[in-house]
Each structure stands twice: as structure tokens, then as C-alpha cells.
């Protein structure tokens, strides 16, 4: 599975457009971008992933560029519950299921 | 909504006693998995199980360490000696499928302090 790099933190005011970046410069055609974040010490909460085509649900947008090598993700308007470690992970088809998860981004929304 | 469920959400053991974390994963799901996260650090991949046996496993998950699906809904871990550094928060997750694009669902945590 591809590596990805993050940010270490960001900031965001609340009610604004939170946008974390991630790359994966050496993703393969078929391995996926996953988003999860994890608020406090909880489980890590899903939020999206896509291939290749850009991605929406109720809680975020998920933004990949064409080459695929980078990817946005987009909080529309974030709260305050929104701070927490996001991570970006790169899996692939022929994987067991399991997620690597890196350092992340710390995103703190501030009032 | 279906959810991941731990039991106990805190357990406080003694160096060398045995433990047993408990996990009922969501119903339909058929792939399992333990992770641990030390405090402050990142989240660990432990062990993946599919169809009663594991799938994959990590360097961390070694001979203390034992899972099992005992009836239709439990996944347990089993640390066998627990030493100081088991300490740690320890979380379930399943998923329908694996492959690139589907999700895997976490529960809240078991926090293990092993004294």
C-alpha cells in the first residue's frame, strides 16, 4: 500500500471550509484513498474514500486529482466537533483489509 | 445504525494475569480485526481473521496474543501474560468485505492499564 504524507496540524474557524490535503505520490491504479478521523482517544470514525472520481456524503467531500498522486479532503463547514487527527490512507485491492494509519493532521477548529 | 461494540470499556489487570477483550462486530460483516493505539502514538494494526482463522498479522501480535470467534457474534483478543507495556487503548473493526473499497468500522475501545 502506498505511503501518505500529511500536514502535522491545521487550523480552521469555525462555520469555514476545512480543506486537509494528502499526498500519495506512489498510489497504483487500483488502491483507494480512505479518510477517517479520530476525535479525542475514540475509535477511528469513517468518513469517505474513492478511487478516482471526486466523492461526497453527508459528512465530507473527497477531492483527487487527476493524476490521482494527491487528494483534498473538504469539511464544508466545520464545528467545533470536527477537531480531531484526521487520517489519509492509501489501501489496495489484494490487501487483507488491514488500515496503516500514519501520524494524521491535528485540524482544531477554533471559534 | 449498526455499530461496533467493546466490552469492558476499561479494564485494569495485573502484570502476568490474563485478559480478554470482547467485540461483537456489525452483524453482516464477515472480517475482522484488532487494533492497538499506546498512548500518544498511532494506531496499530494487529491481527486480521476471516472464515475462523487469521488472515494477517503484525510483528506486534506475538505468542501472548490469541483471537477467536467463539459464536456467531463475539471476536475476542486474548493477551495471555500481560506485561506493562500491553497498556493500551485496544480497538475492534469489521468490515463486508476487504479489497480497496470498502469501509471498516471501528468500535469505541477497550483501554487496557496493565499495573
Known amino acids: 500500500d502506498a505511503k ?3 500536514p502535522p496540524s491545521m487550523d480552521c474557524a469555525e462555520g469555514r471550509a476545512a480543506n486537509l490535503p494528502c499526498n500519495h505520490s506512489t498510489i ?7 479518510w477517517y ?3 479525542h482517544s475514540q475509535g477511528p470514525q469513517y468518513i469517505i474514500h474513492g478511487l ?3 466523492e461526497t456524503n453527508e459528512m465530507a467531500s473527497l477531492i483527487i486529482t487527476e493524476d490521482r498522486k494527491s487528494s483534498t479532503l473538504i469539511l464544508p463547514h466545520a464545528t467545533l466537533r470536527d477537531t480531531a487527527v484526521y487520517y489519509c490512507i492509501v489501501r489496495g485491492s489484494g490487501n487483507t483489509g488491514k488500515l496503516i494509519f500514519g501520524q494524521g493532521t491535528t485540524l482544531q477548529v477554533k471559534p | 445504525e449498526p455499530e461496533v461494540t467493546q466490552t469492558p470499556s476499561h479494564q485494569v489487570t495485573q502484570m502476568g494475569q490474563e485478559v480478554i477483550l470482547r467485540c461483537v462486530p456489525i452483524s453482516n460483516h464477515l472480517y475482522f480485526y484488532w487494533y492497538r493505539q499506546i ?3 498511532k494506531v ?3 491481527v486480521s481473521f476471516y472464515n475462523n482463522e487469521i488472515s494477517e498479522k ?3 501480535f506475538d505468542d501472548q496474543f490469541s483471537v477467536e470467534r467463539p459464536d456467531g457474534s463475539n471476536f475476542t483478543l486474548k493477551i495471555r501474560s500481560t506485561k506493562l507495556e500491553d497498556s493500551a487503548m485496544y480497538f475492534c473493526a469489521s468490515s463486508s468485505l476487504t479489497g480497496g473499497g470498502t469501509e471498516a468500522f471501528f468500535g469505541q475501545g477497550t483501554r487496557l492499564t496493565v499495573v
Open chain 1, 4 to 6: 501518505t504524507t500529511q
Open chain 1, 28 to 34: 497504483s491504479g487500483n488502491e483507494y484513498v480512505y
Open chain 1, 37 to 39: 478521523r479520530q476525535i
Open chain 1, 52 to 54: 478516482k472520481n471526486n
Open chain 2, 39 to 41: 498512548l500518544g502514538q
Open chain 2, 44 to 46: 496499530e494494526f494487529l
Open chain 2, 58 to 60: 503484525s510483528e506486534i
